[in-house]
Structures are given as C-alpha cells and as structure tokens.
C-alpha cells in the first residue's frame, strides 16, 4: 500500500509541478496570423511584419495587429502604472513573428512603411535591420518617444 | 454633379484623342519590348496589342497614351522584376487586356497595376490573374476602374495582397469589377470622395471590403460573400451603404458589417444573409439603419455599450438565433417599427403594429455576451425556461432597449 502511494505521488509529481509553473509563466505567444484578432481595432491580423502584444500580470494574452493599437490600448486601459518588465511586445519589422520587447525596440517611422493602422511606425530589435530600410529624413525613436507620439497623432 | 462633370471631361479627352492621335499595332513578333514601344510613341497614340503572351514586367507609362486589347493579349510578369505596369501620367487608359503572374514580396506591394500620383485614368475590363497587389492607386485623384475582373490566389496571409487598393486618393470611381482571393478585396485608407457601386467582391481571405479613414464615400449595390471576415469600415464619417448584400460570412470574428467607430452614416436597404453576426457596431455614433433586411444570421445585430444614438426603424428581423445583442444593461440606441418574425403579441386595432412592445435581446444573449462559452447552452430546456422568466419579468436585459411599435407585417 505504501508502495502505492509512493508511486503515485512519484507519478503526480512532474504533472503537479508541470501545471504550476506552466500557469506562471508570462510569456508571449506568437501571433496566429488570419485568425487572430486585435484586441484594439479588431480587424483580423495578417501582415506579419506587424504585430504586438500585452501580456498582463495574471497572463492574459492581448493581441494587436499594429503597435499603434497596442499603445492606444495601453493609454486607454492606463496601463503605464501596472505594467511589469516583459509584458508589451512587438513584432520585429525584419523577422517574421520575432516577438521582441517592446521597451527596448528601436522604431522607425517612414512614410514608406505603411503600417495597418496609418501610423507607420515599425519596430526593430537591432539597428542595423532598420537602417536598411530608413530613408534620409526618417526618425529613429525610442518607446518613450513614441507614447505621445500615438497619443497626439491617433 | 461633380460625377456628371467628370464624365463630360472623360467624353472630351475621348474625342481629342480620336482626332490627333496615331494609333501603333504591337505584334509578338516586333523585335522590341513593351516598354521600347512605348518609348517610341507620342503623347495621345495607342497602343494595340495583337494576342499573344508577352513576358515583361516594370513597364513604365509616363507619357499620355492608351494601351488596349483582347483579352487573349497577355502580359505575364513571370513572377520576376517587381510591379507589372505603373502608370505615373495623367489621362493614361488601359482597357481589354490580361496581366498576371506579378512577382510578390514580404516587403514591397508589387501590383498588377500601379498608379503613382496620376488623375484622370482609367483602367476597363482589364484581367488579372494570380495578382499580389491587383490595381495599386496611390495619392491619385479623379479615375475610374472599371468592369476589370481580378483573381488572385491568397493562401498564405504574408503573401496576400489587396485586390483595388486606394491609399489618400479622392475622387475615385469604382464600378462593376470582379474581385476573388485576396486578402482584401477592395481596401480604402485616407481616400474622400469616392464611389464603390456594382462590384462583386468574394472569397477574400480577410475582409470583402476594408474602409479605414475614408470620409464622405459611398459604396452601393454591391455583393460581399464568402469573405474570411466579411466587411470592415472603420474610423470614418459620411458613409452611405446602400443596397449592397453581405451573405455567407461564417467565422468566429466574421461579421456581415463590422463598424468601428462610424459616425453620422447611412446604412439602408441592404440584405444580409447567413452571417455568423449581421452587423456588429463598435464606438459608432449618429446612424441610421433603415429599411434593411437581416434574416438567417446568428446575431442579427451586436452592439457595444460604446455605441451611441443608432436608429433602426423599417427593418425586417426574420428567423435569426439572436436579434440584438448587447453588454450594456443601458441602452443609448433606438429600435422603432422593426418586423421581427419571432413576435409574440397580437394587434388589437389592427393599425399593422403589435400593441406590446418587443424585447430583442434575450436573457441568454447577455449572458453569452459576457461568457462566450456559454453558447454551449444553446436550445436547452434550461435556457429556454430562464428566457421565458425574463421575458415575462425582465430584471437583467436592457429595459429601455425595446421596439414600443414593432410591424405585425414583414416589410416589402
């Protein structure tokens, strides 16, 4: 009997700790592309050169077709206060559905790039992919920069 | 009136090439391309290609001219080189022809056919097979696409490209074009002005036709079906929908209408038609919704509580599984003389209108609309029984949100 018990809790074990911290994860997932939905706007998402994501403390995953909608979704909801390290994201303009951190991405904004909701901001996780795509005028912007940027001209 | 004045000056441009202009007949067999072709003609010939498959992309026209022919006469871009003819001249026609196989890209939107900041064009009854991007206008002003018939091939959504697409123009008149499989359809951004009129738009991965930004324009009389999300229009003011139907949009995020922040627009006489939602309206303000028929969807209409002083009157509601669904317990939207075929009350004086008001929305609705998994309980003795008490006591559904005249008669 105690041989039982010994096995089934050798048994329960991994499967136990499995969904524990399974649960506790917050991570991003990739994007499904065509049947997602931004949680902004609420078109279907398709280009996968766009792309965001919240990730928020409990784990909910919210997902944007463009990284105007997740910073006009971060305004609206006030996220500014609650949001933790590693939950906003975007999609790297070079690198199919490469979800990158969005605090730190580098962001370009070029009238060449047109973005799904109007904005064209892109995101880029290193500087050398988005100088092959940045004309003589176009700015490079950090996330700080690009809040008011949203908020005036969105 | 601006159309009527539009049309005389297309009439007059018309005649003054007549009477000027040469005419050049290109064959298979002259040893020069397109392109080299062109170069060598003046402002106002034409261009006659003879049938046959020309195997040539990045045609530039700079120059006033008209290029036409059968159907037969192919220009096929060999999915090689980039955009298959851009047009970067006022008053350039193409007409008859068939272009297909343009190269696609991750990172350009190569099209068929790409107008650059050019006004008065028009492109007629001209094919287009496996297009990426079918006919690009960008920042063009006063043409017309005519009666042009595009198939693309959309499988992949990276690789899927528009079928018209139109970014800041005005003035642009759309009508009686075929559109099939591409991402989507007829897609507007930043355009004034413009008609979208007797076009079919059908099978399109994404939205049948896609409306961002895009003021005092009105599409009529057309027919989206099949589409991967139906009908999205979005952030906009003073659009007329008229007449058009929207069928056969089934999908979890599919919707007949998807409406995102309209205001002071005009949605009437329309008919949809076995659509997961008929019309979903989110952050819409000043709109009337008359006279249209909405029948054999799953929601007939979903409004969010974001959605303010919409009117439906003179619509029929026949046999949906919900009417109007709504997650608000307020209600800042009117439903006045609508026929809705699941009405239960009787009509006394006879005066054509039922003397109990109609509830639309049931229990069950509201509760699906706060926990979608909840549609598991659809047809269930128990949710029929709690619609029944609600229908009698109501204490959670919108109270105000009621038809007081609802039509004993389905409109004609």
Redesign the interface.
Same mark, same amino acid.
């Given at each position: 009997m105690k041989k039982l018990k010994n096995l089934i809790s050798y048994l329960l074990l991994p499967i136990v700790t499995v969904l524990v911290f399974s649960s506790c994860a917050r991570s991003p997932k990739p994007i499904e592309?065509?049947k997602d939905?931004c949680a902004f706007?609420?078109?279907?998402i398709?280009?996968?050169?766009w792309g965001a994501e919240y990730v928020s403390d409990k784990g909910k995953l919210y997902k944007f077709d463009s990284i105007e909608c997740l910073i006009s979704f971060y305004l609206k909801q006030g996220l500014s206060g609650s949001v933790t390290e590693n939950s906003l994201w975007t999609v790297d303009y070079t690198n199919?559905n490469g979800l990158i951190n969005a605090e730190n991405s580098f962001y370009l904004k070029s009238a060449s790039l047109?973005s799904p909701?109007?904005l064209n901001v892109a995101s880029f996780g290193s500087l050398n992919d988005l100088k092959k795509f940045q004309n003589n005028e176009d700015k490079v912007i950090s996330w700080l920069e690009l809040l008011p940027i949203v908020k005036a001209g969105w | 009136m601006t159309g009527i004045i539009f049309k005389i000056l297309i009439v007059i441009l018309a005649l003054q090439t007549a009477l000027f202009a040469k005419t050049l007949n290109y064959t298979m067999k002259s040893n020069r391309t397109i392109q080299q072709s062109i170069d060598a003609l003046d402002k106002n010939d034409t261009l006659v290609l003879s049938d046959g498959i020309y195997y040539e992309s990045l045609i530039n026209i700079s120059k006033q001219l008209i290029i036409t022919g059968s159907s037969k006469a192919i220009i096929d871009g060999n999915n090689k080189g980039g955009t298959i003819i851009t047009i970067s001249s006022d008053n350039v026609a193409i007409a008859g022809i068939t272009i297909r196989n343009v190269m696609k890209s991750? =990172?350009r939107?190569f099209a068929s056919i790409k107008l650059n900041k050019v006004s008065n064009c028009r492109i007629e009854n001209v094919t287009l097979i496996n297009a990426f991007f079918g006919i690009y206008l960008s920042e063009c002003s006063y043409s017309n696409i005519i009666g042009n018939k595009i198939f693309g091939n959309s499988r992949v +959504? &990276?690789m &899927?490209g528009n079928g018209i697409h139109l970014?800041h123009c005005k003035g642009i008149n759309i009508f009686n074009n075929y559109i099939e499989n591409q /991402?989507d359809g007829i897609y507007f +951004? =930043?355009v004034s002005n413009s008609w979208i009129t007797n076009n079919e738009s059908a099978k399109n991965? /994404?939205?049948g036709l896609h409306f %961002? =930004?895009s003021d005092n324009c009105s599409y009529n009389n057309n027919k989206f079906h099949s589409n991967?999300?139906g009908v999205?229009v %979005?952030y906009t003011r003073n659009v007329n929908m008229q007449h058009n139907l929207f069928y056969n949009n089934w999908g979890p995020?599919s919707y007949g209408l998807?409406l995102?922040d309209i205001r002071d627009s005009k949605i009437q006489h329309n008919t949809f038609k076995n659509n997961t939602t008929g019309i979903y309206a +989110?952050g819409s303000r000043n709109i009337m919704v008359s006279d249209n028929f909405i029948g054999m969807n799953g929601w007939a209409v979903k409004i969010l509580a974001s959605s303010v002083n919409i009117t439906f009157t003179r619509n029929n509601f026949v046999s949906n599984s919900f009417n109007v669904a709504t997650n608000s317990s307020q209600n800042s939207n009117t439903f006045i003389r609508n026929y809705w075929s699941d009405y239960s009350g009787y009509d006394l004086d006879k005066n054509g209108i039922g003397d109990v008001p109609y509830h639309p929305v049931r229990l069950f609705s509201y509760l699906v609309s706060r926990n979608e998994q909840s549609i598991f309980l659809l047809h269930s003795f128990f949710i029929d029984l709690l619609d029944l008490a609600e229908k009698v006591f109501p204490s959670i559904t919108p109270v105000a949100l009621i038809d007081k005249e609802p039509l004993m008669k389905q409109i004609k």
């Open positions: 592309y065509g939905n706007c609420n078109m279907t398709m280009d996968k050169k199919e047109k909701m109007g | 991750a =990172f939107d +959504e &990276s &899927s970014w /991402r +951004e =930043f991965l /994404r939205y %961002m =930004f991967g999300a999205a %979005m995020a998807l995102k +989110e």
